[in-house]
């Protein structure tokens, strides 16, 4: 596989540099400047190793992350973003859904191929845009075949199963294509003028009849077990490719037959061997994996059973996965060698050297995310680029409703989120959404009602909407 680096080009090692990724981080990420560093050296380092020679390339492995942090810092959006930034495969996982043998829980596995499933979808769209303008032309020309209703138009249909046979034995295409005839001059101008109906959209709410293909075979009951869950021996799959597609007619409107068509015609133009060729190829030299909740597994045997008996057990199935191992799945066999690892915890009850020394030793770079108090939540609900105060914002003006927020509003939403997180758990950031939803939950239901209006939050607003539930402890738990 080594031979398909085309995820990270020369051109993008000039681009991406360290500074540059935290500057996009901190587009979408308030503070945390040293988890960022941390990410962005990585990142470099996973760059700066397609740049080397085949000999040295396979010996270089990547710096796998350990965030250490309270919940609601920004250690899930820091990874996920990293991955958008470069295109890589990314999958979230939690590491407390896994167990060792003979405890009910996941496959340790089953996160690789969670990530190769992954990259094979965003290969897939990626091969569908390259080809989406054919297709589009394809899927037009054969909606104006359906709209003109001309005689052997289309694709003819398979009348049983001896056909499809036959037709497979003797290697011939399911499909006979329409024998083209010269067109009259009238068919030509009506055509034309059907064309530039379809394209301005005019047409898009008519009923048309088409055929569509559609996969059809009997749903076999899967029986998973330890080592067995998800393991891509697909039987629907093998069967599926043996016989051709069938095909029904459904009568759609023309704006969702057009789609429909572009999708079908699209799939016909790329090649799924080479789509997940190269997305195996980039789940093993690119992906990310994210392992959430390392904490809840850190600490060693206990001789009283209980819900801690199987934690060392769940690190010892880690362990090879971390360190480098092969994992089948339904595209072939996986190395883990070069895929990055960035686990997190909040180690508030736990520390990092519970872990067993080995998994220590794979996550070598350590990093703290600090607590959020009342001005990063300042900075968190106007600076990002999808900050919350402009989601708001963006989707009461649906509605006709425009909210504006004053500096001291936001100030007072912020010192009220602090506020709760002191006084109940602290979940971080994301107790400014539950402060926000209810911040915002009377106009949110009586938008459509007073629009068009114009509301200020100002502190006089917040205060008065969530008086109650702020001097009501109790009821903040339950609310806020």
Same mark, same amino acid.
């Given at each position: 596989?080594?031979?398909?680096?085309?995820?990270?080009?020369?051109?993008?090692?000039?681009?991406?540099?360290?500074?540059?990724?935290?500057?996009?981080?901190?587009?979408?990420?308030?503070?945390?400047?040293?988890?960022?560093?941390?990410?962005?050296?990585?990142?470099?380092?996973?760059?700066?190793?397609?740049?080397?020679?085949?000999?040295?390339?396979?010996?270089?492995?990547?710096?796998?992350?350990?965030?250490?942090?309270?919940?609601?810092?920004?250690?899930?959006?820091?990874?996920?973003?990293?991955?958008?930034?470069?295109?890589?495969?990314?999958?979230?996982?939690?590491?407390?859904?896994?167990?060792?043998?003979?405890?009910?829980?996941?496959?340790?596995?089953?996160?690789?191929?969670?990530?190769?499933?992954?990259?094979?979808?965003?290969?897939?769209?990626?091969?569908?845009?390259?080809?989406?303008?054919?297709?589009?032309?394809?899927?037009?020309?054969?909606?104006?075949?359906?709209?003109?209703?001309?005689?052997?138009?289309?694709?003819?249909?398979?009348?049983?199963?001896?056909?499809?046979?036959?037709?497979?034995?003797?290697?011939?295409?399911?499909?006979?294509?329409?024998?083209?005839?010269?067109?009259?001059?009238?068919?030509?101008?009506?055509?034309?003028? +059907?064309?530039?109906?379809?394209?301005?959209?005019?047409?898009?709410?008519?009923?048309?009849?088409?055929?569509?293909?559609?996969?059809?075979?009997?749903?076999?009951?899967?029986?998973?077990?330890?080592?067995?869950?998800?393991?891509?021996?697909?039987?629907?799959?093998?069967?599926?490719?043996?016989?051709?597609?069938?095909?029904?007619?459904?009568?759609?409107?023309?704006?969702?037959?057009?789609?429909?068509?572009?999708?079908?015609?699209?799939?016909?133009?790329?090649?799924?061997?080479?789509?997940?060729?190269?997305?195996?190829?980039?789940?093993?030299?690119?992906?990310?994996?994210?392992?959430?909740?390392?904490?809840?597994?850190?600490?060693?045997?206990?001789?009283?059973?209980?819900?801690?008996?199987?934690?060392?057990?769940?690190?010892?199935?880690? +362990?090879?996965?971390?360190?480098?191992?092969?994992?089948?799945?339904?595209?072939?066999?996986?190395?883990?060698?070069?895929?990055?690892?960035?686990?997190?915890?909040?180690?508030?009850?736990?520390?990092?050297?519970?872990?067993?020394?080995?998994?220590?030793?794979?996550?070598?770079?350590?990093?703290?995310?600090?607590?959020?108090?009342?001005?990063?939540?300042?900075?968190?609900?106007?600076?990002?680029?999808?900050?919350?105060?402009?989601?708001?914002?963006?989707?009461?003006?649906?509605?006709?409703?425009?909210?504006?927020?004053?500096?001291?509003?936001?100030?007072?939403?912020?010192?009220?989120?602090?506020?709760?997180?002191?006084?109940?758990?602290?979940?971080?950031?994301?107790?400014?959404?539950?402060?926000?939803?209810?911040?915002?939950?009377?106009?949110?239901?009586?938008?459509?009602?007073?629009?068009?209006?114009?509301?200020?939050?100002?502190?006089?607003?917040?205060?008065?909407? +969530?008086?109650?539930?702020?001097?009501?402890?109790?009821?903040?738990?339950?609310?806020?």
């Amino acid at each position: 596989m080594n031979s398909q680096r085309t995820n990270h080009p020369s051109r993008q090692l000039e681009e991406l540099t360290p500074r540059r990724i935290v500057a996009q981080l901190d587009r979408y990420i308030v503070g945390q400047a040293q988890a960022k560093r941390s990410v962005a050296i990585a990142l470099r380092n996973r760059m700066r190793r397609q740049q080397l020679s085949d000999e040295i390339r396979d010996e270089v492995i990547p710096k796998n992350i350990l965030m250490i942090g309270p919940t609601g810092v920004g250690k899930t959006e820091i990874a996920r973003r990293l991955a958008r930034l470069v295109r890589a495969p990314f999958v979230k996982v939690e590491a407390s859904k896994y167990t060792e043998v003979g405890y009910v829980g996941r496959d340790v596995d089953s996160m690789v191929r969670d990530l190769v499933e992954a990259a094979v979808r965003m290969v897939r769209e990626e091969k569908v845009e390259e080809v989406r303008e054919r297709a589009e032309a394809r899927a037009l020309d054969r909606l104006l075949d359906a709209l003109q209703r001309r005689p052997g138009s289309g694709s003819s249909r398979l009348q049983s199963f001896g056909d499809a046979m036959a037709a497979m034995l003797q290697q011939r295409p399911v499909e006979t294509e329409r024998e083209e005839s010269e067109e009259s001059d009238e068919e030509r101008v009506t055509r034309d003028a +059907l064309r530039r109906r379809l394209l301005a959209g005019e047409l898009d709410d008519q009923m048309i009849e088409i055929e569509v293909e559609e996969s059809r075979f009997m749903a076999l009951p899967v029986f998973s077990g330890q080592g067995m869950e998800e393991l891509g021996i697909n039987l629907q799959d093998m069967l599926g490719g043996m016989f051709p597609k069938q095909r029904r007619r459904r009568t759609v409107t023309v704006g969702e037959a057009r789609s429909l068509l572009i999708d079908q015609e699209a799939e016909r133009m790329i090649d799924m061997d080479q789509v997940t060729g190269e997305a195996v190829d980039r789940a093993e030299q690119s992906g990310i994996i994210f392992i959430d909740e390392m904490d809840k597994i850190a600490g060693r045997e206990r001789t009283m059973g209980g819900p801690d008996v199987s934690r060392e057990g769940v690190q010892r199935g880690l +362990l090879p996965i971390v360190e480098g191992s092969t994992v089948m799945t339904k595209y072939g066999p996986v190395q883990t060698d070069h895929i990055l690892f960035v686990a997190a915890g909040a180690f508030h009850t736990v520390k990092p050297s519970d872990l067993i020394p080995e998994l220590q030793g794979r996550f070598p770079l350590r990093v703290e995310l600090s607590a959020l108090g009342e001005q990063d939540f300042v900075r968190i609900l106007s600076e990002p680029q999808n900050s919350l105060i402009r989601q708001y914002t963006e989707l009461m003006k649906t509605e006709g409703v425009v909210l504006e927020f004053t500096e001291e509003g936001v100030a007072e939403i912020a010192r009220i989120a602090a506020h709760v997180n002191e006084e109940t758990e602290n979940i971080g950031a994301r107790r400014l959404h539950t402060v926000m939803e209810r911040l915002l939950e009377e106009i949110s239901f009586e938008a459509s009602e007073v629009a068009p209006a114009t509301i200020r939050v100002t502190p006089e607003y917040v205060k008065s909407q +969530l008086a109650d539930v702020v001097k009501n402890l109790d009821l903040t738990r339950y609310i806020l």
